[in-house]
């Protein structure tokens, strides 16, 4: 599945004395199977993007594009089962009395099978390491678990693009770094991923392309090294300790991940490079 | 219990926060949330909260205001027990929720920031005053007429914070207060909350570890027991009571640490940036 948005602009309370545009003109494809990262600072208008990707918010001028065809084509419930949007701090929609039938909510309404539905929900917990939470009631969970458990909900959907809107936000590290496991586990299973997120480290550690938002608009958009390496004010924690060693030492490259920035600093101190 | 764990306060005030074998445990939960805990906080002191999710960081701050009760153990905030006299306490005391959506109140920012300062008795002009050092103070200028559920989070949670800041409590207790905001806007909270060091006590929970290598002492909360009481510098140098309390260090730290370069030494990126061309020149040499 692809979607494309096409010059999309979106104004709040449009015609009143608190208008905001929030879009000013994006155009962006989410390709297939891949990790698309956005990044940007506060109020750049990350999350009224990302609500566009399965038409929760509308336009007010320009297209979304799903497979080509305009969105608007598609049947609403339709396309929100295969563009999952998990909200920030989706763990303030959690709802039933227990994790499994929390979970169960949104795939049940898709008309799957009681099976099927099972099935899913097993799976689903399985995949963020929350089978051990099915019987507990949502509400007595850690910040933690309560964000697998929402996530949970949207990925039993089975969508084809699961998008996230600051998806660690408040989890502990050791959390995050799980979570960023599981986006790399959906890519490879053919799911992409749009991963809003303030936090530009794990947004080098998992992402394929990224897009910098700048007050609606797009800044750049493209390969981690090329845009962190050339927006000196987007750049994650490998990016800002390696930029300064380029001078002197050019040899040592463009490392983005952690483990790839380790390496070229080992060789460099090691003057294996 | 390892005693090289717990440092205590390192320096002067009366405390104004303790906790004396505070235990909580949550209704239909397994195991206690908290399990005799005992703390100081003095006057003055600026002490960092961190543990993984589910250590019990948020339930310690809750007791501390009197949202929860303690099942066992005393809790005394500025003389009092928060849990029978809440608004003694509230008086005193500032707490800022994770999850910014959960305090906004008012149709207009700026109402939302003095909504505090209405409860308590001061003039129009001081109110207004206070509002617009702590809009200035969180970066919000020209938001004042904007309504909050237009914001984005990272804005609502300078909102939030800006509402503390106006009331200005003696004790500021912080769950998470930047984990809607870019590096930029952390720099920016995290370097007025430097300026009320010494004049306000403050606790912070945070999970980013290099916000509190600033920080007097840090706590470290695991399973609900009070694992550590540290320096920050002990903290990132102790490997062992990192991994065993699900501490991850800051990306720079974590490299440092792995090319050997002591990260106790090191705040920024740039800092290590720099502590490898001095070794790597040294080579050269």
């Known amino acids: 599945m692809r979607i494309e948005l096409e010059n999309v602009r979106h104004v709040y309370a449009s015609g009143t004395p608190f208008e905001v545009e929030a879009l000013r003109g994006v155009s962006l494809p989410v390709e297939p199977e891949e990790v698309l990262g956005i990044v940007g600072g506060t109020g750049s208008g990350k999350s009224t993007l990302v609500q566009h990707l399965n ?19 598609i049947r609403g419930g339709e396309l929100r089962g295969r563009v999952g949007l998990v909200f920030q701090f989706p763990e303030a929609a959690l709802f039933a009395p ?138 994650p924690s490998t990016v800002r300790v390696v930029r300064p060693l380029r001078g002197p030492h050019p040899e040592v490259g463009r490392p983005v991940r952690f483990e790839e920035t380790l390496a070229a600093l080992k060789g460099l101190l090691e003057g294996r490079v | 219990m390892n005693n090289r764990n717990h440092e205590g306060a390192r320096h002067g005030g009366p405390p104004v926060v303790s906790c004396e074998n505070v235990s ?3 209704l239909d939960s397994g195991r206690p949330a908290l399990a005799e805990i005992s703390l100081e906080v003095r006057a003055g002191e600026y002490v960092g909260v961190v543990g993984p999710n589910g250590g019990g960081k948020s339930t310690l701050l809750r007791l501390m205001n009197g949202l929860l009760r303690a099942d066992s153990g005393d809790v005394r905030v500025a003389g009092f027990d928060p849990a029978a006299e809440p608004f003694e306490v509230r008086k005193r005391v500032g707490m800022l929720f994770q999850n910014p959506e959960n305090g906004l109140v008012a149709p207009f920012v700026e109402d939302d920031i003095a909504f505090g300062l209405e ?31 237009t914001l984005s989070g990272g804005e609502k949670q300078r909102v ?105 030494q090191l705040r920024t990126p740039e800092d290590l940036a720099e502590a490898i061309v001095e070794k790597s020149g040294a080579r050269a040499r």
Request: net charge negative.
């Open chain 1, 55 to 73: 038409l929760l918010l509308v336009p007010t001028s320009g297209r979304v594009l799903v497979d080509g065809a305009d969105a608007r084509t």
């Open chain 1, 98 to 235: 227990t994790v499994e039938e929390d979970v169960a909510f949104a795939p049940r309404r898709l008309g799957l099978s009681e099976g099927e539905v099972h099935r899913r929900v097993g799976e689903t917990l399985g995949l963020l390491g929350a089978s051990h939470l099915a019987g507990r009631s949502p509400f007595a969970l850690s910040g933690g678990e309560k964000r697998r458990v929402a996530i949970a909900g949207v990925l039993a959907m089975a969508p084809e693009v699961l998008v996230l809107d600051e998806p660690t936000a408040g989890l502990d590290p050791a959390t995050r770094e799980d979570l960023l496991g599981v986006v790399r586990a959906l890519r490879e299973e053919g799911t992409s991923v749009v991963m809003v997120s303030h936090d530009l480290d794990e947004v080098a550690e998992v992402a394929d392309r990224v897009c910098v938002l700048e007050n609606g608009e797009v800044r750049a958009v493209g390969a981690p090294e090329e845009v962190f390496y050339s927006h000196p004010t987007t750049a």
């Open chain 2, 24 to 26: 909580f445990s949550y």
């Open chain 2, 119 to 149: 409860n308590v008795g001061v003039s129009r002009e001081e109110m207004r005053e206070r509002v617009r050092k702590a809009v200035r103070a969180v970066g919000l200028d020209g938001y004042e007429q904007r309504e909050p559920h």
């Open chain 2, 160 to 264: 939030a914070l800006a509402g503390l800041l106006a009331l200005d409590p003696e004790v500021l207790l912080l769950d998470e207060p930047t984990s809607m905001l870019d590096a930029a806007g952390r720099r920016g909270v995290l370097e007025r909350l430097e300026a009320l060091r010494g004049a306000r006590t403050v606790v912070h929970v945070t999970h980013d570890l290099d916000e509190r290598l600033d920080a007097d002492r840090v706590l470290v909360l695991g399973a609900g027991r009070l694992v550590a009481d540290v320096s920050p510098e002990r903290l990132v140098s102790d490997p062992d009571l990192l991994r065993d309390n699900r501490l991850v260090l800051p990306t720079a730290l974590r490299l440092a640490a792995e090319l050997g370069l002591g990260p106790a």
